[in-house]
């Protein structure tokens, strides 16, 4: 069974503009979840998707935003970036009901110039 | 407000010891934890997952254990290995089965041939 797939692997955006990051989960996997990581903050909860409604959402400000598609694939959307947002995206889709195992993708290098 | 800590936050044992590492959690209302080991740069892999209603968990040389009253998860690894260098993060899911996930700050642990 194929893992979860991240795409780009790396980005080099600029202050002011705006980045689409893509998340195909585990065939079966309904529920996707967005984290940021930094090395001051850790990893921090983004948002979750489940049957393309958001469930969850972390302490983020507007300018992120996602969104999921009927086949469970999602994206999330960062505008206006700011240098503050160079981080490493993570995306994880786990199967929905119980057990709720978490599975993670490789990531997007995101890094705002 | 859950809270999840880990101590210690560095580990530098020689290869062959046997190593426990420590993630503490505020709120006792949880649905499930899980234990992740991250290599530098990439995603996270999920190690072990407990549900709320066990106490352990077991895979090869690893072994997770909970107590919800204590507010505590224990992952001990045996017989350490070089490869075993990496970051392990502890990760708990609020009560809600849908709820959201809390992520540690991670134990980097290196292991010394």
């Known amino acids: 069974k194929a893992g979860v797939t991240q795409t780009p692997r790396y980005l080099i955006k600029t202050r002011g503009q705006q980045v689409t990051l893509s998340c195909s989960p585990i065939?079966?996997?309904?529920?996707v979840s967005w984290y940021q990581q930094t090395p001051g903050q850790g990893l921090q909860f983004l948002f979750e998707y489940f049957s393309e409604t958001q469930r969850n959402k972390g302490n983020f400000p507007g300018r992120f935003s996602g969104r999921q598609f009927s086949n469970s694939r999602s994206e999330m959307n960062v505008s206006t970036l700011e240098l503050g947002d160079s981080a490493l995206y993570l995306c994880?889709?786990?199967?929905?009901?119980?057990?709720?195992?978490?599975?993670f993708g490789p990531g997007t290098r995101l890094t705002v110039t | 407000k859950q809270e999840v800590t880990q101590i210690p936050a560095a580990l530098s044992v020689p290869e062959g010891e046997n190593l426990v590492l420590n993630c503490s959690f505020t709120?006792?209302?949880?649905?499930?934890l899980q234990w992740f080991r991250q290599d530098p740069g990439k995603g996270l892999t999920s190690l072990l997952l407990i549900q709320s209603s066990q106490r352990e968990q077991t895979s090869g040389r690893l072994n997770a254990s909970l107590d919800k009253s204590s507010g505590r998860s224990t992952l001990y690894i045996a017989a350490s290995q070089p490869g075993d260098s990496a970051t392990y993060l502890c990760a708990v899911r609020r009560k809600a089965s849908y709820d959201k996930v809390i992520f540690g700050p991670g134990t980097s642990l290196s292991v010394i041939p």
């Open positions: 065939s079966g996997h309904r529920s």
């Open positions: 994880a889709s786990s199967f929905d009901p119980s057990p709720y195992e978490q599975y």
């Open positions: 709120d006792s209302a949880i649905y499930n």
